[in-house]
């Protein structure tokens, strides 16, 4: 069965400085990963996922993550926080095949930017 | 930018009550989910429903709970009689094809009293 775990429950960082949030995944086959980025009284937003192709995947407000099959890591990193990155942070693995592709989530990072 | 959008925002419901989460996905999207957060715990999947019948379903969705997808627009959640532990934010996703990423949308938040 496949399953993420989110290293860090709660990060902390300044305004300016890089972010690193960490996940690790359990899969028995090729994973297709995934973060979504959840503000307070907001939806769940995809910000990038891998799907084996490029195994540095860039996604939306300056976020990547890379994905290491030898580590079995895909952490998320952005070079430079921003006051408006403070947001819950999930790290994801969709299992199954054909019709079934529930995503498997993990407990979340909560990010707070500090001025 | 077309969204998934979810009504009501916040229930509240007596334990025993029928609750009916509504869902709007995106129009041109074929496969649809919901899934459930328990404050301080994981997102959990619930159920996934295509070509109107489910695909798949969770140990949680018992028989308690029923999808259906009574228009060309909505997909609902029903839980019959909620129970205390039932409290929690439903979200529905959906997807235009099998493999797509999931939308989801702003989310319900049940409260069973």
């Known amino acids: 069965a496949q399953s993420v775990t989110q290293l860090d429950s709660h990060v902390s960082v300044s305004e300016g400085t890089p972010v690193l949030l960490r996940c690790n995944y359990s899969?028995?086959?090729?994973?297709?990963l995934f973060w979504y980025v959840q503000h307070p009284n907001k939806g769940l937003q995809l910000l990038l996922k891998y799907t084996s192709a490029a195994t540095l995947v860039k996604g939306i407000n300056g976020f990547e993550a890379e994905f290491k099959k030898s580590e079995t890591s895909f952490h998320l990193t952005k070079p430079s926080a921003h006051m408006s990155d403070a947001a819950e942070y999930f790290c994801?693995?969709?299992?199954?095949?054909?019709?079934?592709?529930?995503?498997?989530w993990g407990l979340g990072t909560s990010l707070a930017v500090n001025p | 930018e077309p969204e998934v959008t979810q009504t009501p925002s916040h229930q509240v419901t007596q334990m025993g009550q029928e609750v009916i989460l509504r869902c709007v996905p995106i129009?041109?999207?074929?496969?649809f989910y919901w899934y459930r957060q328990i404050l301080g715990q994981k997102v959990e999947f619930l159920v996934s429903?295509?070509?109107?019948?489910?695909?798949?379903k969770s140990e949680i969705f018992d028989d308690q709970f029923s999808v259906e997808r009574p228009d060309g627009s909505n997909f609902t959640l029903k839980i019959r009689s909620t129970k205390l532990e039932d409290s929690a934010m439903y979200f529905c996703a959906s997807s235009e094809r099998q493999g797509d990423e999931q939308y989801f949308g702003p989310g319900t938040r049940l409260t069973v009293t």
């Open positions: 129009s041109n999207h074929l496969y």
């Open positions: 899969s028995s086959y090729s994973p297709s």
């Open positions: 429903f295509y070509n109107n019948e489910i695909s798949e």
């Open positions: 994801v693995v969709r299992q199954g095949a054909g019709n079934n592709r529930k995503l498997i």
